[in-house]
């Protein structure tokens, strides 16, 4: 279950806006046109271009000088990279850049974060990317990342090398980087598919010195002794032997005051130069300006509001105008608001003065930038340069809850190791935050010990309803280490508490969780219908969404309405936009179907839960539940390879992904769900390989039913060895009540238990064990349990001659269970049926297709693929639906599409958010069978 916390708090953007806007060019700046030729024609022809250099050489420069005299149409995405960008926000920041572009996504783009966490996700990730580049209609397109060697998480460079590996031929990759990024370069530069800018391309050359000069003349002709200055002392031959070249070296040069004389190369560093030019620089400004300077330097980005309250000087708008006008190592991003981002160079040189000259002020000034700042990264930096722990403490912890939904736990990690060891020690808020923090990585241990802290720390604080919530989730800690009894005995005491409605939904929630671990199944509706009183009370989305995982309790004494009532819920409040909880939603639904024997409505509610995980990124917890159904579907089917290969990939995650403390947990549920997979396919060799697996799993800290689930797999075996005697008594002390759940082994026992005692000869002591069960299925229609005991044993019990022993409707049970098995077999089950207003989509087998479109011309090898749905996306292709099949308001949308309209106006138009309006758009797309919204487009206007 979800980590819980209760905060009803919007989430804003996870980074600076200004990161994907690229700089304007200089005014003034000399015309360099041999570099200008040699990066045009690289810009178009090249799969990289690498602008490679010391700080200070002119690279971003170079690039939005040539990035506007790109041909109309082009396509640009840029992103600066920041310190330490992980690759979650790496992520957010390129598909926003992209977003202008309106690319045919077939996953949610900021759900490429969550996917790149998944297994084999950054392959999925690059390979979402690569195919929605592929099938974008445009016929060029650039993706710069600037100042790529602040990039510290290896995974970035991973990534990109992914993409490029693959990356369509309309497009390039631009990086800018002081240092060489970790790409396959080589082999770029051995196919001449890679362009190469480095200091010696980069540098001025005399005849450039030269026109700086005469513009730097002009400008200065009223300037006395201009002429004189320069024909001494800043002759362009001079400024080469002192600079070298080097773009910052001449500029710092030319803006210094009169007679300043730079030592060379020879003598300094260029930080050293630049430091003694830039001082001469500073030392010429009015003081105004050079306070208001230093004072705003603590920002990467300078705006006129920003600077006004970071600085206190209400003229922050004039003097902005006065700093951009002098060219003083700034950049004008191509932003809404007037914008300048300071050169790092120059930016490093006023903040180390400002330290130096104005110590006592500096908090302050921080304090104020954090206080603007929407990054949550950002803002936690500068208060901690602040020494303002409580300010930092308090951001972190109210912003930690929306940064685990976006998969950004790293993130929290991250900002956590910022805060020395006794501040940290002496903080619940930020041990919360650690707890958090683990529990997207299955760290049970890491979080149970970081709750335990920040639950005794807010006692001790008197902040009693933190406290509980923190205990809550220790309890659900406690349930994933193996210790639901200890967390039984907290839930208990937590029940009694005076708490408000959201904090008392968590606390039912987990007591009901607690119960299904500790097997005692019929204490599991009565806190799950309090969670759901509850929640009724409190119609919040973001409250609900943390509710997202309930398919375990299918068939639990008293659960079927309880459930139906809370999905009923979740879709009235969640609305129709993709998420975990909707997702949850149509699982919850797949299951419920499964449980009443309707096979062809739980294909098509995991359909539609297809569709939401795809387009969510796949995230760990709805795709465990995706794969359990899966698993157990497909078997009924009898398609072995597609049942194997969902249970086997649960297999691989929880051996391959997980902390021991989950894995000692879980691992057994895991390898059960595929014996009983491996039973209805009657796979002999697997059934013996899971049933020696599941005997070394076993250890202390397993749930209640993990020796149940032994015995059943054990009875498999001897069953299909024909081994009736062992088998009977393996599933007798299984078969003593009627357990519903398609979780526990007791239906599925007592339908075996009927089968081996009449093939024993006892039809009277089958007709026995079956007939509490089938009053049952008689009163409630749940027969998921007798299915999963397979066609075979439920096809003889229904031939059986039962004579008087069971009644008409008790035998007509059977045959009603056999003839679902039997149409599954024969692929009966994948007819659409009727659901009314809440119907699955038309057709249970339409997925998403990833195959992109390439030229036939080109030579790059074919886009990634997804290679789960590569088997449905052919099959989509195969039965592609026709335009009849949209729905109304997708029909809007596309006809909107066919007249040109963007994203963002189609939005503006029927009043839906730009989010919505994609997932149209990705819907449309595969429904028709095409790769491009041109394609789709055509379709329409040729209807």
């Known amino acids: 279950m979800p980590p819980q916390h209760a905060s009803l708090q919007a989430s804003p953007p996870n980074f600076a806006l200004a990161k994907i806007q690229p700089p304007r060019p200089r005014a003034g700046l000399v015309a360099r046109p041999a570099l200008e030729r040699a990066l045009g024609a690289a810009l178009e022809h090249s799969r990289l271009v690498l602008l490679l250099a010391p700080a200070g050489y002119g690279k971003t420069a170079a690039l939005t000088r040539q990035i506007r005299q790109l041909p109309e149409g082009t396509a640009l995405a840029w992103v600066s990279a920041d310190d330490d960008d992980p690759l979650q926000r790496f992520l957010a920041c390129l598909t926003a850049a992209l977003e202008p572009h309106d690319l045919p996504w077939r996953v949610a783009p900021d759900a490429l974060a969550t996917l ?53 031929a309309q497009w390039t990759l631009v990086i800018a980087s002081r240092v060489e990024p970790s790409l396959a370069l080589a082999r770029l530069r051995g196919s001449g598919e890679l362009a190469e800018f480095r200091q010696h391309e980069l540098r001025f050359g005399e005849g450039e010195v030269i026109a700086m000069l005469a513009a730097t003349d ?181 912003r930690a809850p929306e940064q685990i939904s976006i998969g950004a736990h790293a993130t929290l990690t991250q900002l956590l190791a910022l805060f020395p060891e006794d501040e940290f020690a002496r903080r619940p808020d930020l041990h919360m935050v650690r707890g958090l923090a683990a529990w997207p990585r299955f760290d049970w241990d890491t979080l149970l010990v970081a709750m335990q802290h920040a639950a005794e720390g807010y006692t001790r604080a008197g902040r009693l309803r933190e406290a509980a919530l923190t205990r809550v989730n220790a309890c659900s800690g406690l349930q994933h280490a193996g210790r639901p009894e200890e967390a039984s005995r907290e839930l208990a005491r937590l029940r009694e508490q005076n708490l408000d409605d959201a904090a008392r939904a968590f606390v039912f929630f987990t007591s009901a969780w607690n119960e299904f671990a500790a097997a005692r199944t019929e204490h599991v509706a009565p806190f799950y219908a309090q969670m759901v009183a509850t929640l009724e009370r409190v119609p919040a989305p973001l409250l609900w969404q943390q509710f997202s995982i309930h398919f375990v309790f299918v068939g639990l004494p008293g659960m079927q309405p309880l459930l139906a009532r809370f999905a ?68 009924l089917r009898g398609d072995a390879a597609a049942s194997h290969a969902a249970a086997q990939d649960m297999v691989d995650d929880i051996e391959q992904h997980s902390p021991l403390a989950h894995r000692r947990v879980h691992a057994c549920e895991v390898l059960f769900l595929h014996s009983r997979a491996a039973w209805i396919l009657q796979d002999a060799d697997v059934l013996r390989r899971l049933d020696a697996a599941l005997e070394r799993a076993a250890n202390p800290f397993e749930w209640a039913a993990a020796p149940d689930n032994r015995r059943l797999c054990r009875a498999f075996v001897a069953l299909i060895e024909g081994r009736l005697q062992d088998a009977q008594a393996l599933l007798e002390p299984l078969a003593s009540d009627i357990d519903r759940s398609l979780f526990f082994p007791a239906v599925t026992a007592r339908v075996l238990l009927a089968d081996v005692q009449q093939r024993l000869g006892d039809v009277a002591a089958a007709a026995d064990t079956l007939r509490l069960w089938l009053g049952d299925v008689l009163a409630t229609g749940e027969v998921g349990g007798a299915l999963l005991a397979g066609l075979d044993a439920v096809g003889r019990l229904a031939d059986v001659d039962w004579g008087p022993r069971l009644l008409a409707a008790e035998q007509g049970v059977l045959s009603h269970v056999h003839a679902v098995l039997r149409q599954a077999r024969e692929g009966a089950d994948a007819a659409p049926v009727a659901m009314g207003g809440e119907s699955p989509r038309e057709s249970a087998f339409v997925m998403l297709a990833v195959e992109p479109v390439v030229p036939a011309t080109d030579s790059r090898p074919a886009p990634l693929y997804d290679r789960r749905a590569t088997d449905v996306a052919r099959l989509a292709t195969a039965n592609r639906i026709d335009l009849a099949s949209l729905t109304e308001r997708e029909r809007d949308v596309l006809a909107r599409m066919a007249e040109g309209d963007s994203n963002k106006l189609i939005a503006r138009a029927f009043d839906l958010s730009p989010h919505t309006v994609k997932r149209h758009v990705a819907n449309i797309l595969g429904k028709l069978g095409v790769e491009t919204r041109g394609q789709a487009a055509a379709r329409w206007r040729g209807q």
């Open 568 to 635: 009923h819920g979740a879709m009235r409040v969640g609305g129709d936009s993709p998420t975990q909880l909707r997702a949850g939603m149509m699982h919850l639904r797949c299951w419920l179907a499964l449980s009443q024997g309707q096979l062809a409505e739980a294909w098509q509610w995991l359909g539609r839960a297809d569709d939401d995980c795809r387009w969510l990124g796949t995230p760990r917890p709805v795709i465990t539940e995706n794969r359990t159904a899966r698993a157990l579907l497909h078997a």
């Open 116 to 168: 790149a966490l998944a297994e084999r996700g950054l392959r999925d990730a690059a390979g979402e990317l690569v195919n929605a580049l592929a099938s974008a209609d445009v016929d060029r397109g650039l993706i710069v990342i600037d100042d790529a060697h602040r990039i510290a998480d290896p995974r970035v460079f991973e990534f990109l090398q992914l993409v490029l590996d693959r990356l369509p």
């Open 218 to 398: 002009a400008t200065d002709a009223n300037a006395p002794g201009a002429t004189t200055q320069h024909a001494e002392a800043r002759s362009a031959h001079d400024l080469l032997l002192r600079t070298g070249g080097w773009a910052a070296g001449l500029r710092l040069s030319l803006a210094a005051r009169s007679g300043a004389s730079a030592p060379g190369p020879s003598d300094t560093t260029q930080r050293h130069l630049f430091d003694y030019l830039a001082t001469e620089v500073l030392a010429d400004m009015p003081a105004e300006l050079r306070d208001f300077l230093l004072r705003c330097s603590v920002l990467p980005e300078l705006t006129a509001a920003r600077c006004a309250h970071v600085s206190g000087q209400p003229q922050a708008a004039r003097l902005l105008d006065e700093i951009e006008r002098r060219g003083l190592f700034v950049s004008v991003l191509d932003a809404d608001e007037f914008t300048l981002k300071l050169h790092d160079l120059f930016r490093g040189f006023l903040e180390d003065r400002l330290a130096r000259e104005q110590a006592g002020e500096l908090p302050a000034l921080l304090r104020r930038a954090a206080q603007h700042e929407t990054e949550l990264a950002r803002a936690v930096s500068y208060l901690v340069r602040a020494g303002a722990w409580d300010e930092a403490t308090a951001l972190l912890s109210h």
